[in-house]
T-cell receptor, first 113, second 114 residues
Framework: DQQVKQNSPSLSVQEGRISILNCDYTNSMFDYFLWYKKYPAEGPTFLISISSIKDKNEDGRFTVFLNKSAKHLSLHIVPSQPGDSAVYFCAASGMSGNTPLVFGKGTRLSVIA | DVKVTQSSRYLVKRTGEKVFLECVQDMDHENMFWYRQDPGLGLRLIYFSYDVKMKEKGDIPEGYSVSREKKERFSLILESASTNQTSMYLC?????????????FGPGTRLTVL
């Protein structure tokens, strides 16, 4: 039973346009959300996070939006660049410290030049 | 910067062999994790550890065991490797009681079992 769902396995976007990656969760106890980016043959790297007390967090070209009532978050990348082509994982946490993150299955983003 | 290192980037083993995957982190993190990544299945948690000599089963512990004798080192053991254990294995660590819960990942070990 997936608690964190990324329903789009892949996404293609033209360079310079906006990329929107979506993530849904089912557990209302989750209160902290993270996005990771993974290139082939490398480990995932942390990209951006958001606490449930916020509805938006921005870091350069990356913005994460959180809609708690819909249990939905999205990652916006604008403008998209070819170097953004990677697999993006959404992750959620319900408690600090000891609880492992719960990951979605990932979305493969391809930015076409 | 946190650094998580894994002993091998690529490994080829035969069915039935005992396989050790080593992971070391240098930031004094209490928590360490082992995942495997397979196409279409995302990151699946195998085992994790909150402290030295502590271990907890993740979502897919069958066929694996772990060892944490020192805080900085977390080993994943395949007692008798099978072809369905061919995968990318990722180790991660995090600071306990960190509200951010950010996990830092190693570069991964691509294991092929023939």
């Amino acid at each position: 039973d997936q608690q964190v769902k990324q329903n789009s396995p892949s996404l293609s976007v033209q360079e310079g346009r906006i990329s929107i990656l979506n993530c849904d969760y089912t557990n209302s106890m989750f209160d902290y959300f993270l996005w990771y980016k993974k290139y082939p043959a490398e480990g995932p790297t942390f990209l951006i996070s958001i606490s449930s007390i916020k509805d938006k967090n921005e870091d350069g070209r990356f913005t994460v939006f959180l809609n708690k009532s819909a249990k939905h978050l999205s990652l916006h990348i604008v403008p998209s660049q070819p170097g953004d082509s990677a697999v993006y994982f959404c992750a959620a946490s319900g408690m600090s410290g000891n609880t492992p993150l719960v990951f979605g299955k990932g979305t493969r983003l391809s930015v076409i030049a | 910067d946190v650094k998580v290192t894994q002993s091998s980037r690529y490994l080829v083993k035969r069915t039935g062999e005992k396989v050790f995957l080593e992971c070391v982190q240098d930031m004094d993190h209490e928590n360490m994790f082992w995942y495997r990544q397979d196409p279409g299945l995302g990151l699946r948690l195998i085992y994790f550890s909150y402290d030295v000599k502590m271990k907890e089963k993740g979502d897919i512990p069958e066929g694996y065991s772990v060892s944490r004798e020192k805080k900085e080192r977390f080993s994943l053991i395949l007692e008798s490797a099978s072809t369905n254990q061919t995968s990318m294995y990722l180790c991660a660590s995090s600071l306990q009681a960190s509200r951010k819960d950010e996990q830092f990942f190693g570069p991964g070990t691509r294991l092929t079992v023939l």
